[in-house]
């Protein structure tokens, strides 16, 4: 008689919490791989701003607020309502249209659920929407370039609005992984009265935020060898009891 296996009820049950994990699993190597590829770099910008909001990021909110700038130029209501300069119109529009972007780069990977062949944002007001628009913040890079967008918005909405320039970068500082270290000085700096303290809280916040970064690749890599240990030793397999042959 030929060998055969057989999956009684209880182990299928079995077998399908194990493959419930693996997804997971799998989910986390692929959502790990992409934090990793966004932190092959590090970004040191220092600015002036006439306040900072002390708002928590909250992916729905957050969407709200820049899927709510209108997308047409030519709509200056949403604007008036908030005493925005004209002269920053472009900026916000800016961010509506980077929303976008990054809902298009989402939607170019084939790995992901989300499918809408006329690339149009989730509309966080039409309940027909709401099922498409958890998907959505449920991605793992759209998040993150999200919450990027939230600090540009925030940066833009903590402005004196009389003053036009409270936003400029001063100094920017990006370090590669390969070693470039890239500084970038607006020239407005070199009329700055305090140039020389701008400069040094700079310096202190690459040192600082160098020293985080490398703690965090650290970790991460960490992370990933620990995986690749425990995927080599077998404990991310199936167990053998899963299965039952009835002939032994």
């Given at each position: 008689m030929p060998d055969s296996t057989e999956i009684t009820p209880t182990q299928s049950g079995q077998l399908g919490q194990v493959s419930s994990l693996q997804r997971r699993f799998s989910d986390f190597v692929v959502g790990l791989g992409e934090v990793l590829t966004d932190m092959t770099a590090l970004e040191v910008n220092t600015m002036i701003v006439s306040q900072i909001t002390g708002s928590k990021f909250v992916p729905q909110e957050a969407y709200r607020y820049i899927y709510d700038i209108p997308e047409n130029?030519?709509?200056?209501?949403?604007?008036y309502q908030?005493?925005?300069?004209?002269?920053?119109?472009?900026?916000?529009?800016?961010?509506?249209?980077?929303?976008l972007m990054e809902y298009r780069q989402v939607l170019s990977n084939p790995t992901n659920d989300l499918f809408d062949p006329q690339e149009r944002l989730p509309n966080p007001d039409d309940?027909?929407?709401?099922?498409?628009?958890?998907?959505?913040?449920?991605?793992g890079r759209f998040l993150r370039g999200l919450?990027?967008?939230?600090?540009?918005?925030?940066?833009?909405?903590?402005?004196?609005?009389?003053?036009?320039?409270?936003?400029?970068?001063y100094a920017q500082t990006v370090m590669q992984l390969d070693g470039d270290i890239i500084n970038r000085y607006h020239?407005?700096?070199?009329?700055?009265?305090?140039?020389e303290l701008l400069i040094q809280i700079h310096n202190e916040g690459?040192?600082?935020?160098?020293?985080?970064w490398r703690g965090?690749?650290?970790?991460?890599?960490?992370?990933?060898?620990?995986?690749?240990?425990?995927s080599t030793d077998g404990r991310f397999r199936l167990p053998a009891a899963t299965f039952v042959n009835p002939n032994r």
């Open positions: 130029e030519g709509d200056e209501q949403y604007f908030r005493q925005i300069p004209p002269a920053l119109y472009h900026r916000y529009h800016g961010l509506r249209r980077k929303l309940p027909s929407d709401e099922d498409k628009l958890q998907n959505l913040l449920s991605n919450r990027k967008l939230q600090e540009l918005k925030s940066a833009l909405d903590s402005q004196d609005l009389k003053s036009e320039s409270t936003d400029i970068i020239e407005k700096l070199l009329d700055f009265d305090q140039k690459v040192n600082s935020g160098e020293r985080q965090l690749l650290e970790f991460m890599v960490e992370i990933v060898q620990n995986i690749l240990e425990k």
